[in-house]
């Protein structure tokens, strides 16, 4: 396979990668998500019965958690690891770039270094541990 072959193999692959990250970020409900499933699941119980009570205390230890959660800081992993892929696909369009015609060579460098731009804010964003919602943005 040549330069141009891997040239095209990468651009192919990055929208893919930031496709499943999308997907992974969005397939996770998170536990607010899951704390107003349960509290709709605890209207309707009756309120004299054990699961009621059961339920509530779980309610109550759950929003414990979320409240201390908040304070700590933690880095997004699918976005490092979406920065990390995005930077390895720059590197894989220099090695390109490097070593293709002179005609595609200029095409090659601009994609590289919008990829390696893009890549390096997304990790840096995203590596800086932080306070975060489940969806992995940061609180301000």
Avoid: C, N
């Avoid at 536990?31 to 339920?55: E, I, N």
């Avoid at 992993?77 to 979406?82: I, K, T, Y």
């Avoid at 070593?99 to 994609?111: E, I, K």
């Amino acid at each position: 396979m040549d330069a141009d072959d891997w040239s095209k193999v990468v651009l192919a692959v990055i929208p893919v990668v930031g496709a499943v990250a999308k997907v992974l970020r969005g397939a996770v409900r998170g536990r607010r998500g899951r704390l107003s499933s349960d509290a709709d699941l605890l209207a309707k119980l009756p309120p004299d019965s054990a699961a009621y009570k059961r339920m509530l205390g779980h309610l109550d230890e759950e929003v414990g958690r979320i409240i201390e959660e908040e304070d700590r800081k933690r880095r997004d992993v699918v976005g490092v690891v979406l920065g990390v892929a995005l930077l390895a696909g720059a590197a894989a369009l220099v090695v390109s770039a490097w070593h293709s015609d002179r005609d595609v060579s200029p095409f090659l460098w601009a994609a590289a270094a919008v990829v390696a731009i893009v890549g390096t804010v997304g990790l840096v964003q995203d590596a800086i541990p932080r306070a975060r919602d489940d969806a992995g943005r940061p609180i301000r």
